[in-house]
């Protein structure tokens, strides 16, 4: 493992433990060369995931985007940090689980849709707006009048 720091190519693990949820295993490591120390995280991996993109583009999955973008909406909401990496996880498994390599980016989306309708209902109104498109204050309304019906 490359040291993040000075680039130096040898590093030794001090210590290994799975993480909280786990389905990683949790590395602290030491550089040899600048004794800087780093945490790296070691997960299972089904398959090689590929995106389809609605214009038929096609590139390979990226854990760190779908985080990211589960992380913006998230954004000032008192969501904490490993609660969305489990969030992540969970995503993950189950586009590695259907069974095709080829992920069309419709269904990562509703994945992601349904882990943050769970999480937080802001979080999941800010994620519809760009998933969906909204273009007005209208297509807020109607979404907000078909996924929050007053009982």
């Known amino acids: 493992m490359k040291c993040p720091f000075c ?3 040898d590093t030794q693990v001090k210590d290994s433990r799975p993480s909280e949820d786990s389905v990683a295993i949790r590395r602290r490591r030491e550089c040899t060369h600048c004794d800087a120390r780093f945490t ?3 997960r299972v ?3 090689e ?3 389809v993109k609605n214009d038929g583009r096609r590139e390979p999955f990226e854990r760190d985007k779908l985080a990211r973008s589960l992380k913006l909406a998230l954004q000032k909401r008192p969501v904490d940090a ?3 990496e489990r969030a992540v996880s969970e995503i993950v ?3 590695e689980v259907l069974g095709d390599a080829d992920i069309p980016t419709q269904t990562i989306g509703e994945f992601a849709m349904k882990a943050l309708s769970e999480l937080d209902p802001v979080a999941y109104v800010r994620y519809a707006s ?3 498109n909204f273009h007005e204050v209208n297509d807020f309304n ?3 009048e078909k996924n929050y019906k007053k009982a």
């Open 45 to 47: 991996q089904l398959r």
């Open 130 to 132: 760009v998933y969906k």
């Open 49 to 51: 995931l590929t995106v």
């Open 93 to 95: 498994r189950h586009l």
């Open 40 to 42: 790296t995280f070691e």
């Open 7 to 9: 680039g130096h190519e």
């Open 82 to 84: 490993e609660t969305v």
């Open 142 to 144: 109607a979404f907000l």
